[in-house]
C-alpha cells in the first residue's frame, strides 16, 4: 500500500510543474494470475485452495488426471425411438440421439454427468477485465458450459466472463459427445483454457481432461441384474424357451439377485450374450462415489435384436454404442460379444490391467477372418484393456466363451481360469465302457413333442474314430490357448480348474426338427427358420450323416476341423455370484441313477469353492450352438473406481 511518505512527495512535485512519472510502489497493480483447476485427484471435488488438484493438472495418466464422461446416456428420456407416424427410424438415426447431442443441460441428472472446472477467484481484477474459455484440444469431440445466473450455458467463441465473475470464480461443465473411437484421430483428451484479459496485461492457464475409458465387465465385479431374450410362440422349443427364463429368474433369486430380469421381447434373437457387450464408463462424484454410466455395445452386424438396446434400454445413466462402418452391414459370428470375455484384474512382467483385459477370438486357419476392426480399434484406444486374441478355428460358431472362463478365487490373483477339459470328457466315457455300461445311452434327455431323443450309445459314441480325434484336436487347441494366457497373465497350473467336456463337428440327432435358431457364422436371414436351413448339416451329426442305428459314419479326421459342444458345454455357463455357478444341464449317460458328466462338473467346481446349480438349455440354446451363457448377459457392478482396482476385491 501506499505510505505518507510517497503521498507527500507526489503533492510537491505537482506543485513544482515537475513531469514525473509516480513512483512504482503506489501505482503497480498486481500482475494477472489465472488458476484454472479440475479434479485432478479424482477425489470429486475442485480444490481451490489447497494444492491437491495442481500438480500434474496439464498432463494425464491411468492413476492421475481428471476425468470426464462422454454424455450418451438419454437422462430425460427425450430420444424418439420412432419416426412421425410410428415410421421405423434407421440404425443411424436411433444411435444420433444423446444428451450430448444437443446444446443443453437436460435437467439435474444431466448436469450431474458433467465434470467440473473452476477457476479461482480472482481478487484485485480491473474492472475491464474480461474472461473467455476454449478448448484447445478435442474441441470436436467435447462441450463444454459455464454457469452463469444459475444456469448452465454452452460456452462459444462469443461468451465471456465479466470481472464480477472472475472475481468470485467461475464454474464450467464438461462432456463428451462420443466415446473414444479411435486414439490415432483423438486419444480422448480435452485441454480447456481460461484465458483472461485486462489493461493490465493477458494471462492464460489451461487443464487437461480426457474422456473415462469404456470398459467391460469382469467376474470379480458382482452380478447385479440377468438379460435374457423372451420369445413368442406355440412351437415346442419356443415355450421350452420360455420355460428356461422362468427357472433362470427362480436361479438369479436364489443366488441373492433382487432386481427382476431384463427381457429382450420384440425381435426373438435369443442370443442375448451375443448382441449386446454391457460395458461402462465412470468418473467420481462430489460425495466420493463413482457416476457410472452403463453403456450397452452393439454388436457390430446387421442385427435387428441390437435395435432394441436403444428402445428399451437407453434412458437415465444408459447410453448405446455401435459400429458406424461397414461391419453393421454383415453378420460375422465372431463379432457376437460371447466371442469377448474379460480378464480380472492383473499385473504381470511390468503390464498392468487395473479393469481387466479382454479376450477375443480370431480363426487362424489361414483365412484371416477377425472380430471387427473398428471395434478391436475402439476397444484398444481406451488405452486399459488391450484385446487379446486367442485361435478359435477349431470352433464352428468360433467364439471364446465355448472354452474358457474366468471365476472369483482365493488365489494370488484372487481369480482363476475355468477351461474345458474334452480329454477328460474322453476318459469319463472310455471308464464307463470299461466298466461294462458300454450299452448306456449317450444322452439321457428326453424327446420333446415328438422330437425323438437321441439314441446312440456311449459304445456307439466311442467308435466314430472322430470322437476321439476331434477332441483330441480341442485338447490341444485350448492347450495352445492356455499357454497364452499363462504366459499373458503369470497364471499358474493351481489357478486353473478343468471341466469335463466333449466336442463334435456337429451336434446329436435330436436336433432334426428341432427349429432352434442357430448361431452363424456367416450372413445370411435372420429369420430362425432361414437359419435353421443355413445349419441344417450341423444339426444331423457329427459328420451330417448317420446309420439307421444313429450311430456316426467313420471318417478320417482333418488336422483342424470346426467343432461345438457335444455335451452341453459347462463352462458356457453364467457366475452368478462369487460362490454360485449356473452350468447347462448335463444330460450325460446315467450310470447307477447319476449323470456321470454332471457328477464330474459339479465336482470341479465344488473344489473350487463353488456351488453349481443346472437348468436345461438343450432344446433352446444347446442344439443351436449355445449354451446358457450365449443366451443370456450379466450387469455387473462397477462402482469400483477403475484406477484403484486391485486383482483382488
Given at each position: 500500500m501506499?505510505?505518507?511518505?510517497a503521498r507527500?512527495?507526489?503533492?510537491a512535485?505537482?506543485?513544482t510543474?515537475?513531469?514525473l512519472?509516480p513512483?512504482?510502489?503506489a501505482?503497480?497493480?498486481?500482475p494477472?494470475r489465472?488458476d ?5 485427484d ?7 485452495t489447497?494444492?491437491?488438484?495442481t ?8 492413476g ?12 430425460s ?7 412421425p407416424?410410428?415410421?421405423r ?7 444420433a ?15 450431474a454427468d458433467?465434470a467440473?472446472?473452476?477457476?479461482v ?5 480491473p474492472?475491464?477485465a474480461?474472461g473467455?474459455?476454449?478448448v ?9 458450459f459455464?454457469k452463469?445466473?444459475?444456469?448452465w450455458?454452452?460456452v ?6 465479466t ?7 467461475a464454474?464450467?461443465?464438461v ?5 473414444i ?11 480447456i483454457?481460461?484465458k ?9 492457464d489451461?487443464v487437461i481432461?480426457?474422456?473415462a ?5 469382469h467376474?470379480l465385479?458382482?452380478?447385479?441384474q ?8 406355440n412351437?415346442?422349443w419356443?415355450?421350452?424357451q420360455?420355460?428356461f427364463?422362468?427357472?433362470l429368474?427362480?436361479e438369479?433369486q436364489?443366488?441373492g439377485?433382487?432386481?427382476p ?13 451375443d448382441f ?6 465412470n468418473?467420481?462424484e462430489?460425495?466420493?462415489r ?5 453403456v450397452?455395445?452393439?454388436s457390430?452386424?446387421?442385427?435387428e435384436?441390437g435395435?432394441?438396446?436403444y ?8 447410453g448405446?454404442?455401435?459400429a458406424?462402418?461397414?461391419?453393421m452391414?454383415g ?25 481387466g ?19 478391436r ?21 468360433g467364439h471364446?466363451d465355448?472354452?474358457v472362463?474366468?471365476l ?16 477328460a470328457?474322453v476318459?469319463?466315457?472310455k471308464d ?11 444322452f ?6 415328438g422330437?425323438?431323443?437321441?439314441k446312440e450309445?456311449?459304445?456307439q ?8 480325434s476331434d477332441?483330441?484336436?480341442a485338447?490341444?487347441?485350448?492347450a ?6 499363462k504366459?499373458?497373465?503369470g497364471?499358474?497350473?493351481d ?6 467336456a466333449?466336442y463334435?463337428r ?7 426338427g428341432?427349429?432352434v ?5 456367416l450372413g ?7 437359419a ?11 459328420d451330417?450323416n448317420?446309420t439307421?442305428?444313429g ?5 478320417p479326421?482333418?488336422e483342424?476341423v470346426?467343432t ?10 453364467v ?7 449356473l ?7 446315467v ?6 458328466f454332471t457328477?464330474?462338473v459339479?465336482?470341479?467346481y465344488?473344489?473350487v469353492?463353488l456351488?453349481?446349480s ?8 444347446h442344439?443351436?450352438?449355445g ?5 443370456t448377459n450379466?450387469l455387473?457392478?462397477a ?9 483382488r476385491?
Amino acid at each position: 500500500m501506499r505510505t505518507r511518505h510517497a503521498r507527500q512527495a507526489l503533492v510537491a512535485l505537482t506543485a513544482t510543474g515537475a513531469v514525473l512519472a509516480p513512483p512504482a510502489l503506489a501505482y503497480a497493480e498486481e500482475p494477472l494470475r489465472v488458476d484454472l483447476r479440475a479434479d485432478v485427484d479424482r477425489d470429486g471435488r475442485v480444490d481451490l485452495t489447497g494444492g491437491t488438484d495442481t500438480a500434474g493438472e496439464d498432463t494425464w495418466s491411468v492413476g492421475r488426471g481428471a476425468v470426464f464422461l462422454p454424455n450418451i446416456d438419454d437422462d430425460s428420456k427425450r430420444c424418439p425411438t420412432t419416426g412421425p407416424g410410428g415410421r421405423r427410424l434407421s440404425d443411424t438415426q436411433l444411435a444420433a440421439c444423446n444428451d450430448a447431442s444437443d446444446k443443453r443441460v437436460n435437467g439435474g441428472a444431466d448436469a450431474a454427468d458433467l465434470a467440473r472446472v473452476r477457476s479461482v477467484p480472482m481478487t484485485n481484477l480491473p474492472s475491464d477485465a474480461k474472461g473467455s474459455i476454449k478448448v484447445t484440444t478435442g474441441a470436436e469431440q467435447t462441450r463444454v458450459f459455464v454457469k452463469q445466473n444459475g444456469a448452465w450455458k454452452p460456452v462459444t467463441s462469443q461468451t465471456r466472463l465479466t470481472a464480477a465473475e472472475l472475481r468470485s470464480g467461475a464454474e464450467f461443465g464438461v462432456e463428451g459427445k462420443d466415446v473414444i473411437r479411435n486414439s490415432a484421430k483423438w486419444d480422448g483428451r480435452a485441454a480447456i483454457r481460461l484465458k483472461v484479459t485486462a489493461s493490465s496485461g493477458t494471462a492464460a492457464d489451461t487443464v487437461i481432461l480426457r474422456a473415462a475409458p469404456l470398459l467391460t465387465h469382469h467376474a470379480l465385479q458382482d452380478t447385479q441384474q440377468l438379460m435374457v431374450t423372451k420369445v413368442r410362440g406355440n412351437e415346442a422349443w419356443a415355450k421350452h424357451q420360455r420355460t428356461f427364463v422362468k427357472n433362470l429368474e427362480k436361479e438369479a433369486q436364489r443366488a441373492g439377485i433382487t432386481k427382476p430380469l431384463v427381457t429382450f421381447e420384440k425381435y426373438g434373437d435369443i442370443w442375448a450374450q451375443d448382441f449386446v457387450e454391457p460395458a461402462y464408463l465412470n468418473m467420481t462424484e462430489p460425495d466420493g462415489r463413482q457416476r457410472t454410466m452403463r453403456v450397452m455395445l452393439r454388436s457390430a452386424q446387421d442385427r435387428e435384436a441390437g435395435r432394441e438396446l436403444y428402445e428399451k434400454l437407453r434412458g437415465p445413466n444408459i447410453g448405446v454404442v455401435q459400429a458406424t462402418g461397414r461391419d453393421m452391414q454383415g453378420w460375422e459370428t465372431l463379432n457376437s460379444y460371447g466371442n469377448l470375455e474379460t480378464i480380472p484384474p492383473y499385473t504381470h512382467q511390468g503390464r498392468s490391467f487395473p479393469a481387466g483385459r479382454i479376450i477375443m477370438g480370431e480363426r487362424k486357419d489361414g483365412s484371416g477372418v477377425r472380430p471387427s476392426k473398428e471395434i478391436r480399434t475402439l476397444l484398444k484406444s481406451q488405452g486399459l484393456q488391450d484385446p487379446l486374441l486367442l485361435d478359435t478355428s477349431w470352433l464352428h460358431v468360433g467364439h471364446v466363451d465355448e472354452f474358457v472362463q474366468f471365476l472369483p478365487a482365493d488365489t494370488p490373483q484372487g481369480w482363476r481360469i475355468g477351461v474345458a477339459d474334452p480329454q477328460a470328457g474322453v476318459r469319463l466315457l472310455k471308464d464307463a465302457q470299461q466298466d461294462g455300461h458300454g450299452a448306456a445311452k449317450m444322452f439321457s434327455v428326453p424327446g420333446l413333442n415328438g422330437v425323438a431323443a437321441p439314441k446312440e450309445t456311449v459304445d456307439q459314441a466311442l467308435a466314430s474314430p472322430r470322437l476321439v480325434s476331434d477332441n483330441t484336436m480341442a485338447a490341444q487347441k485350448i492347450a495352445a490357448n492356455l499357454k497364452v494366457l499363462k504366459r499373458e497373465t503369470g497364471v499358474t497350473d493351481d489357478e486353473i480348474v478343468r471341466v469335463p467336456a466333449l466336442y463334435t463337428r456337429g451336434t446329436n440327432d435330436a436336433g432334426a426338427g428341432a427349429r432352434v435358431p442357430l448361431l452363424r457364422r456367416l450372413g445370411g436371414s435372420a429369420d430362425p427358420e432361414a437359419a435353421e436351413k443355413h445349419g441344417q448339416q450341423q444339426l444331423l451329426g457329427r459328420d451330417g450323416n448317420r446309420t439307421a442305428e444313429g450311430a456316426p459314419s467313420p471318417a478320417p479326421a482333418a488336422e483342424t476341423v470346426e467343432t461345438s459342444a457335444y455335451v452341453p458345454g459347462a463352462v458356457n455357463g453364467v457366475l452368478l455370484s462369487r460362490d454360485r455357478y449356473l452350468a447347462p444341464r448335463q444330460w450325460g449317460p446315467v450310470i447307477g441313477g447319476k449323470d456321470i458328466f454332471t457328477e464330474a462338473v459339479t465336482a470341479a467346481y465344488t473344489h473350487v469353492g463353488l456351488k453349481v446349480s443346472y437348468v436345461d438349455d438343450w432344446y433352446t440354446y444347446h442344439l443351436g450352438m449355445g449354451e446358457i451363457h450365449c443366451g443370456t448377459n450379466t450387469l455387473r457392478d462397477a462402482s469400483a473406481a477403475w484406477w484403484k482396482q486391485a486383482a483382488r476385491q
